[in-house]
């Protein structure tokens, strides 16, 4: 009992709370001006996807559920605005326009589209950081996470990094089920509810479900003896 409270102060001590943290995907076909905005929003504390043309950038909407999407207008296969009418069918996802089209139809053409903000090219990389961090906080997406990696026996979390180890070796999750480890890795032995879990965004407690069988699947010797993410029969589920 002393070892683990000494445990878990020294985790508290060492807490350093970010207040906008998010998964965000970037669309744009210029190498250099994608690695620029990558490089910005993954300092102030974001997780981000980068991707050079239109219809990637759809496939990986509907794929990764960002955040936000930071969307360049002038991009091959499907351009921009085609892009922005395809994900407002299906998604609410603040969307970032990019371009250097900066007529006022343009600009006007967006907004009527939905985008939640539109910068012109040439921009200056810190206030494109900080109009993103002012749409996440008003679409209510902004989140406050741990900059304090976690550690749960030979399981590593770092929220930053959005990296999952088992001892060295990295760990392919989704951004679902990486919310998931990540909630239930900041309070190891805690028992979560399905309705608790539900609170991340998903649907259905049969979808909790689903998430925590691909998990086991990832990070289980065995998932049908799962030693790490244990059920608790007629509750939900807890990490130890």
């Known amino acids: ?17 970010r207040t906008v943290c998010a998964h965000i995907l970037v669309a744009e076909d210029n190498v250099h001006q994608a690695e620029l905005v990558r490089r910005y929003l993954e300092h102030d504390g974001h997780s981000v996807v980068v991707v050079h043309d239109g219809r990637a950038a759809i496939d990986e909407t509907r794929r990764r559920n960002p955040d936000l999407l930071v969307l360049d207008v002038m991009m091959p296969l499907v351009d921009g605005i085609d892009v922005m009418r395809a994900v407002r069918t299906e998604s609410d996802v603040p969307i970032v326009l990019l371009t250097a089209r900066s007529t006022e139809d343009d600009v006007l053409l967006g907004f009527d589209l939905g985008a939640d903000d539109y910068i012109t090219k040439p921009f200056r990389p810190r206030q494109m950081v900080a109009r993103v961090r002012t749409i996440l906080r008003r679409t209510g997406r902004a989140r406050t996470t741990n900059a304090t990696v976690l550690k749960v026996g030979d399981l590593t ?6 990296e999952v180890h088992i001892k060295d ?6 951004p679902a089920e990486f919310r998931l480890l990540a909630k239930m890795a900041a309070q190891p032995q805690r028992v979560f509810t399905r309705e608790q879990l539900l609170e991340d965004g998903f649907i259905t407690a049969r979808t909790v479900d689903v998430h925590m069988m691909k998990l086991r699947r990832k990070i289980e010797q065995d998932s049908r003896r799962p030693e790490r993410l244990l059920t608790v029969y007629g509750i939900g589920y807890k990490l130890v």
């Open 1 to 17: 009992m002393k070892n683990l409270f000494t445990s878990r102060l020294t985790v508290v001590k060492a807490c350093i709370l």
């Open 169 to 174: 070796e990295l760990v392919s999750l989704t």
């Open 157 to 162: 979390v770092d929220p930053i990094r959005h």
